[in-house]
């Protein structure tokens, strides 16, 4: 079991109402947050108990039999991960009340210290592979922009490092894009972070600044990770080996908790910002890794899938060497690569053309194809390219009816809420995930990937629908979508199985425990508009009170 130290203890402190709202969550639910999350709208306990934290480091990859010592657990939302990657997980944290909570929370963990107190005071012999720094480097200086508590700190933190170990740093970007749009500081509250010179009990620095702490402290060697939209709720991760793309607005979500003084959204800034190569400067957060050796993580950049169902809580890693690994975020998670390999191994059994692959310590691994995805393959074409995509498409077709055996037409799942419709070949197993953006085209190949989802007892033409649907508006600069819809018989059931596609993301995305995070991620752009006229007023008014002096 979990154990609490409390011999190097400071003075008590109160303890915030939300502090014990979410010590009264973490007794009462035992593991499953879902009614908090669906009844309880505020930002605290959000990002206290939402599975979607593990995306910062469940991707990483820790050293075998690592010790890892996290320095500020707050409830514990990283400390049962971190649990299921290490040997053993050593965490210092400065409250009782949030130590004695973590250990409640992650009880049945026996790899599991929790200390309350601070690094200063507790004489550790043991040495660390690994020590995490979520959120607690910016409050080292008591919000003082001066570098000497930070270099000093780090270079305290030296002696408790193992010879090939790390520190792992997760802090915002003075420079971040969001507060140029005008999104609070953490730590002040103030408008536009840290821009307007203020802080409060913590201090941003931008990557130079950050830069130079680190060298002065003596860890000669850097790597630096780019979480979107930020360290707190990441959905990708980014390096200087792996940088985005001119348009990412489709691969991730921005949020704002506290959108009242926002000016604009970083999604119409950041083709900009990317195309004048000032991503890395103005990215929103750091995930800073830092050693005394070059010897980093072998991940250059990552997809999280952190809002599924806990078994699908799954990383896609792109790694040095050119392999793909998706890897679990979760120890839940490690059912959805298991089930991830029997489809692949099934649809390759079946005729059906795949990457290579393998299952490797834990992970799904895959051959890095240097060839276009379908998707992108479709967004290249003409008009005059109408024959051409409708062989390929046929292509799918056939693949999708080759992929399973078929069903009884009375186990369509379908069925009983459209008895009179046309259903076609219903297939016992339909790949859900057959579709161009997890298809490698190579002249008249189609190599699958990533299909990981399934439904029984399916229609091979919901299947057929899906890939269209998916790719319609990239079909549409070719041909009408509604004569490729009839084409392949789905034209009348068009309506029904976008109905259908709807739901079932809805569930699978789990849009109802985390219906706060989309309304975070719903900044309005009126709002954000009439912000940026009420300050178009303000200069006016102060360019004329200057005029008039």
Request: glycine share 6%; proline share 5%.
């Given at each position: 079991?979990?154990e ?5 203890s ?12 979410i ?29 979607m934290?593990t ?10 039999n690592a ?32 130590a ?18 601070s ?22 200086g008591?919000?003082?922009?001066e570098?000497?508590?930070y ?49 409060g ?11 130079s702490?680190?060298?002065?402290a ?42 009242d ?6 999604l ?30 072998q ?5 999280l ?15 040095k ?33 795949t ?5 490797r ?18 967004t ?26 078929p ?73 009408p979508?509604k ?15 976008a ?15 985390y ?25 006016g ?8 002096d």
């Amino acid at each position: 079991m979990a154990e609490l130290h409390t011999s190097f203890s400071g003075p008590l402190k109160k303890v915030p109402q939300v502090d014990q709202v979410i010590d009264k969550y973490i007794t009462q639910s035992r593991g499953n947050y879902d009614e908090a999350l669906v009844t309880d709208d505020r930002w605290e306990v959000f990002y206290q108990l939402s599975d979607m934290r593990t995306g910062l480091l469940g991707w990483y990859d820790f050293p075998k039999n690592a010790q890892v010592l996290e320095l500020g657990c707050e409830f514990g939302a990283l400390t049962g991960m971190l649990c299921d990657k290490a040997a053993h997980v050593t965490v210092v944290e400065h409250s009782m009340f949030r130590a004695h909570t973590t250990v409640k929370r992650w009880q049945d963990r026996d790899n599991l210290d929790v200390y309350v107190g601070s690094m200063f005071d507790i004489p550790f012999r043991r040495k660390f592979d690994v020590i995490v720094m979520v959120d607690s480097f910016a409050g080292l200086g008591n919000g003082s922009p001066e570098h000497t508590p930070y270099v000093e700190y780090m270079r305290f933190l030296q002696d408790f490092l193992a010879p090939q170990g790390k520190v792992l740093i997760a802090i915002d970007n003075r420079l971040g894009l969001k507060f140029f749009c005008g999104a609070r500081d953490p730590y002040s509250g103030e408008p536009f972070g840290e821009l307007g010179g203020g802080t409060g009990r913590g201090c941003l620095f931008s990557k130079k600044e950050l830069e130079s702490i680190l060298r002065e402290a003596g860890f000669t060697y850097r790597k630096f990770y780019y979480p979107l939209p930020d360290f707190r709720i990441p959905q990708l991760i980014f390096t200087d080996d792996y940088l985005p793309k001119r348009d990412i607005s489709d691969n991730f979500v921005p949020y704002d908790h506290e959108p009242d003084t926002r000016v604009l959204s970083e999604l119409r800034l950041y083709p900009d910002i990317i195309d004048n190569g000032m991503f890395p400067m103005m990215a929103n957060s750091f995930l800073v890794e830092c050693a005394m050796q070059e010897d980093f993580s072998q991940v250059i950049g990552a997809t999280l899938a952190t809002d599924r169902a806990p078994a699908y809580n799954i990383a896609t890693c792109i790694m040095k060497d050119g392999s793909v690994v998706k890897r679990p975020l979760t120890a839940a998670a490690k059912q959805g690569i298991r089930e991830l390999d029997e489809n692949m191994r099934m649809l390759r059994e079946r005729g059906i053309e795949t990457v290579p692959f393998e299952l490797r310590d834990g992970g799904f691994v895959m051959k890095r194809m240097e060839l276009p995805t379908l998707s992108e393959w479709l967004t290249q074409r003409t008009p005059e390219d109408g024959e051409l995509v409708m062989q390929v498409l046929n292509r799918l077709w056939a693949a999708i009816l080759q992929s399973s055996p078929p069903a009884f037409d009375e186990d369509n799942f379908l069925l009983p809420q459209y008895p009179a419709a046309d259903w076609g070949v219903i297939l016992k197993k339909a790949y859900i995930n057959m579709v161009p953006e997890n298809i490698f085209i190579d002249g008249s190949r189609l190599i699958f990937f990533n299909q990981g989802l399934t439904r029984e007892n399916c229609p091979a033409k919901y299947q057929m629908f899906l890939a269209v649907y998916e790719s319609a508006d990239a079909l549409e600069q070719i041909m009408p979508v509604k004569e490729i819809a009839k084409s392949f018989g789905i034209e009348a059931l068009w309506d029904i199985m976008a109905m259908e596609e709807q739901s079932f993301v809805s569930e699978r995305r789990r849009y109802d425990v985390y219906h706060m995070f989309y309304n975070w991620a719903d900044m309005d752009p009126t709002d954000m508009m009439k912000n940026r006229q009420l300050l178009k007023i303000m200069g006016g008014d102060g360019m004329r009170a200057g005029n008039s002096d």
